[in-house]
């Protein structure tokens, strides 16, 4: 395009990072709709090349699709950052309406019928042109992409599977639109500290600040998760407990604003995947889901679920009980209700383990974290982290690092780590630009660097103390650290098998789960923890307290994951019904074999189930316990020679993060461990083990 275009809108300057202190809302459609045509008129060259047929080629038809799949998602990832992290009205609409146009190009590419014949001639030809594994998967990945895009289907059917795919999409975004709008709807003022009672110091500031900030007086509670967690875990007062946990479990219900409730949303999302999934000849959606997962059936996925269950609720059961009787005999409380449950627990474990979650952030400052965080990685992988205060952020929390090794830059990162209003609640990684090398024969033209988002909701500093994490906060910034690793660390040089381009959806979260590890270990706690007035470490009883509590009711934590994975897999197999709510009877026959203790009628978890209904974990929810087996397995090699050997951290790195989705997940796991994935690992971490293996692969 020509270099004025760019020159007059940031998102088309491709050369470069996104300028985010250019950027502005009304950049967003003209730079989608350009890049979209531009792209579409490329798209019917290669449709009309018919060389690609008779004399088939990687660079001439892989290296392009290649090209214009970078250039659409240099845009739109942007856009879909600020969407998520700077959520103001104009930046929400302009995403709003470009999001069609995103569904619609991509409907049209996975139906080209052209582009499919093309993409198999390759693949047929792979040996011939003596194709590397990575090419090969990637060209067989995009042939079932394409077949699950419906490029099979001819006339109506096809039109239909289109018209349902664009649907989607534009259901899933107001699903999330009406949970963010819901959370941000419900604030309570309280004017009487007393109130707050129990409650952490750090908290009542927090909440006092928020107040001060909206021009009033007293403590400003409200729905985002530090808040919502203070007053749970905390608060004495029980009627203020049920009041916030009722207006948290009925965000997007009918209970409050009805253009906010996203009941009839769920309804027609999950009609239109049924319908989706029969058209392509499934049975239901979870069929559709796990044609590109590891699971590879949902036979067995009900059977893995099953099983952990099975080893679980004992757990949970007898946990539940301990906590019911320690209630009554400590507080003489003789019922729970559901607002009760995580307050008593805090209570139960320092009981049992002298220590609590608020009482640990004194010695997990974010920025004594930060360091020890990166020294790890930095001794299992040798690398280097390193700031870089000149790159443009979209606010003044966000800091940007490189990662470099021998003096070379392998990748960067952007970190924002604090919770603020119109920002999206939860912590995730995505993708500002991708790694990408473009060859010349086989040498190097040019390297596209990984770049990463990392974003948590953490409480911020307050004007007495700097941001302190919890343990639990502490295991996030890790987990999400590790999917950063994954898409920053890789050496696939083509797009289809890039960090976790390409990586069955049920694996993608072992690095993330795996990083979780050292938040237990005592070498690394000791390189992540330091008072936050004094820098000294984490002493040693209160880390034999914190170990000691790890597996602290894991058997009620298992069970309530269980409950959301199950709840997905069986809701995507149920078919759709209008003469009941069918959504809730799924969920209430979950409860029956994953709930030890009841939750009110009005409960409506589903209606902020954003994971699955506005998320990329439809019917693949239970991908977060699937990986956990793979991370507890792969740690105990971590384990036996000793967590930050830099061999074993290396090997990892090779055999695994740097492989990205070159190769099956199943294939990478047997080459870094020697053998197949055992359940048995994750059952010992938990403190749920039993005789004899389970074998998941």
């Given at each position: 395009m020509?270099?004025?275009?760019a020159?007059q809108n940031?998102l ?5 990072l996104?300028?985010?202190a250019?950027i ?10 350009q890049?979209l ?10 449709e ?20 214009l ?15 998520s992290?700077?959520n ?6 302009a995403?709003?309406d470009?999001?069609?146009l995103?569904?619609?190009y991509?409907?049209?590419?996975g139906?080209?019928e ?5 993409v198999?001639a ?10 590397n ?10 042939l ?9 289907l001819?006339?109506?059917s ?12 534009e ?11 819901a959370?941000?709807a419900?604030?309570k003022?309280?004017?009487?500290r007393?109130i707050l009672s ?7 500031s927090?909440?006092e ?16 998760f ?15 407990r049920q ?24 309804l ?7 319908e ?21 059936s ?26 019911c009787?320690?209630?009554?005999e ?10 009760d ?5 805090e ?9 609590s ?7 997990f ?6 360091a ?8 299992l992988?040798?690398?280097q ?24 830059v ?6 924002d ?12 990684m ?7 090398v473009?060859?010349n ?12 988002y ?7 500093a ?6 302190l ?11 999400e ?7 920053m ?6 797009l289809?098998?890039?960090?976790i ?10 690095p993330s ?27 040693d009883v ?20 269980l ?9 995507h ?6 003469e009941?709510?069918?959504?809730a009877e799924?969920?209430?026959?979950t409860?029956?074999?994953?709930s ?8 409506r ?5 954003s ?11 239970y ?6 087996v793979?991370?507890a397995d792969?740690f105990?090699r ?7 050997n830099p ?9 695994i ?19 197949e994935p ?13 005789p ?6």
């Amino acid at each position: 395009m020509p270099a004025s275009t760019a020159n007059q809108n940031p998102l088309l300057a491709f050369d470069r990072l996104p300028d985010f202190a250019t950027i502005r809302a009304e950049h967003i459609e003209p730079a989608v709709r350009q890049v979209l045509a531009d792209n579409r008129d490329t798209l019917k060259s290669l449709e009309a090349d018919n060389s690609l047929l008779t004399d088939p080629a990687w660079d001439s038809l892989m290296g392009v699709l290649d090209e214009l799949d970078d250039r659409i998602g240099k845009v739109w990832s942007t856009a879909s950052h600020l969407n998520s992290v700077m959520n103001t009205p104009e930046i929400r609409q302009a995403y709003t309406d470009c999001q069609p146009l995103i569904s619609e190009y991509y409907s049209a590419l996975g139906q080209s019928e052209a582009l499919y014949q093309r993409v198999k001639a390759l693949y047929e030809a792979a040996e011939a042109l003596s194709l590397n594994a990575s090419q090969r998967k990637i060209l067989k990945d995009s042939l079932l992409d394409f077949e699950l895009s419906g490029v099979n289907l001819s006339g109506d059917s096809k039109k239909r599977f289109a018209d349902i795919q664009n649907r989607l999409s534009e259901l899933s975004n107001q699903f999330g639109n009406n949970v963010l709008d819901a959370t941000r709807a419900w604030s309570k003022l309280v004017e009487d500290r007393e109130i707050l009672s129990g409650m952490p110091e750090a908290a009542i500031s927090a909440a006092e600040e928020a107040a001060t900030q909206k021009g009033k007086k007293g403590f400003l509670l409200t729905l985002d998760f530090p808040s919502y967690y203070a007053v749970m875990s905390y608060a004495d007062n029980a009627e203020l407990r049920q009041e916030v946990y009722q207006a948290y479990t009925t965000r997007a219900a009918e209970f409050g604003d009805k253009s906010l409730d996203n009941q009839p949303i769920m309804l027609e999302i999950l009609k239109l995947r049924e319908e989706k999934a029969k058209i392509l000849g499934f049975s239901n959606y979870a069929e559709v889901s796990v044609a590109r997962k590891m699971a590879n059936s949902v036979e067995r996925v009900n059977q893995f679920l099953g099983d952990l269950i099975h080893y679980s609720r004992p757990a949970a059961e007898r946990e539940y009980q301990e906590l019911c009787e320690f209630a009554e005999e400590r507080f003489g409380v003789t019922s729970l209700n559901a607002w009760d449950i995580t307050y008593f627990s805090e209570k139960l474990r320092k009981e049992c383990y002298d220590i609590s979650q608020e009482e640990l952030r004194s010695w997990f400052p974010a920025e004594k974290v930060k360091a020890g965080l990166f020294q790890i990685v930095e001794t299992l992988y040798g690398v280097q982290i390193s700031r870089d205060t000149d790159a443009s952020v979209w606010h003044q929390d966000v800091e940007f690092y490189s990662i470099l090794r021998d003096g070379e830059v392998l990748a960067r990162f952007y970190l924002d780590l604090y919770t603020r209003e119109g920002k999206r609640g939860g912590a995730w990684m995505a993708d500002c630009r991708n790694h990408r090398v473009i060859f010349n024969g086989d040498a190097v033209v040019s390297r596209q660097l990984p770049v990463a988002y990392l974003v948590c909701n953490f409480a911020p500093a307050t004007a007495s103390q700097p941001a302190l994490l919890t343990h639990n906060d502490v295991t996030t910034l890790f987990h999400e650290f590790g999917h950063g690793l994954h898409h920053m660390l890789t050496r696939e040089p083509y797009l289809g098998s890039s960090g976790i381009s390409g990586v069955e959806w049920d694996a993608v979260e072992l690095p993330s789960q795996l990083m979780e590890n050292w938040c237990w270990d005592s070498r690394a706690i000791a390189m992540i923890s330091g008072h936050y007035q004094t820098g000294e470490a984490l002493p040693d009883v209160q880390l034999e307290k914190m170990i000691a509590a790890k597996n602290f009711q894991s058997g009620m934590r298992s069970v309530r994951q269980l409950e959301f994975a199950l709840f997905d897999f069986i809701l995507h197999q149920t078919p759709c019904s209008d003469e009941s709510d069918f959504i809730a009877e799924v969920l209430s026959a979950t409860r029956t074999k994953t709930s030890v203790y009841p939750v009110p009628d009005y409960n409506r978890f589903q209606n902020s189930f954003s994971h699955i209904f506005a998320g990329g974990y439809s019917a693949g929810y239970y991908s977060y316990k699937w990986a956990e087996v793979l991370s507890a397995d792969v740690f105990s090699r971590f384990n036996e020679s000793g967590v930050l050997n830099p061999d074993v951290g290396e090997s990892f790195l090779d055999k695994i993060l740097s492989k990205g989705g070159g190769a099956s997940a199943l294939t990478l796991f047997k080459d870094f461990m020697g053998r197949e994935p055992d359940m048995s690992a994750l059952l010992r971490q938990e403190g749920l083990d039993r005789p004899g293996n389970q074998r998941i692969s």
